[in-house]
């Protein structure tokens, strides 16, 4: 409940500072050292493959990539939590990799009952709307997860790749 409430405060903090995001724009980004990057938060609601109802909360901070096209590529750490119905909780780390603002993979680490498991996921979206899915490998079994979420940046920050 604290991390939710710490999220929703930036969420809402932020997002009324400068519309959705705080924009850092130096006065040339082109010349800027930087690439370029962002900071968002997330809130996601789905089911697992048992149809067990969850909530997820996390906060993504990406880089961008060197890239000579107009899609902008990034890469990412998330950090996040995951609340069940049944009870259950587990805190999820992952690296990604994202075409904003279309898709994404990421690879991580969830630590369910102080052990660490493999995770994968994937998304497609557009914009702060994204269909996310996950898989979390636990010795005895594979849990597939899958669910809507709501993902707001709330700072950008204009670089050399990244720019208005």
Do not use: C
């Not at 997820?56 to 107009?70: M, V």
């Not at 990034?74 to 898709?103: A, W």
């Amino acid at each position: 409940m604290k991390m939710k409430r710490i999220l929703l405060f930036f969420l809402f903090i932020f997002s009324t500072e400068n519309g959705f995001a705080q924009i850092i724009a130096p006065e040339n980004p082109g010349a800027s050292g930087f690439p370029g990057g962002y900071i968002s938060l997330a809130i996601q609601w789905g089911k697992n493959n048992n149809g067990v109802s969850f909530r997820s909360y996390q906060a993504t901070a990406g880089i961008a990539l060197p890239n000579s096209d107009n899609i902008q590529t990034f890469i990412g750490l998330t950090v996040g939590k995951r609340k069940l119905k049944n009870d259950t909780e587990y805190d999820y780390y992952d690296l990604q990799l994202s075409i904003s603002p279309y898709s994404g993979l990421g690879i991580g680490k969830a630590k369910l009952d102080g052990n660490f498991h493999n995770r994968i996921k994937g998304w497609l979206g557009l914009g702060p709307l994204i269909y996310s899915g996950d898989w979390l490998y636990l010795p005895d079994e594979k849990i597939a997860n899958g669910g809507f979420m709501v993902s707001l940046p709330v700072t950008v920050v204009f670089g050399n790749q990244f720019s208005p």
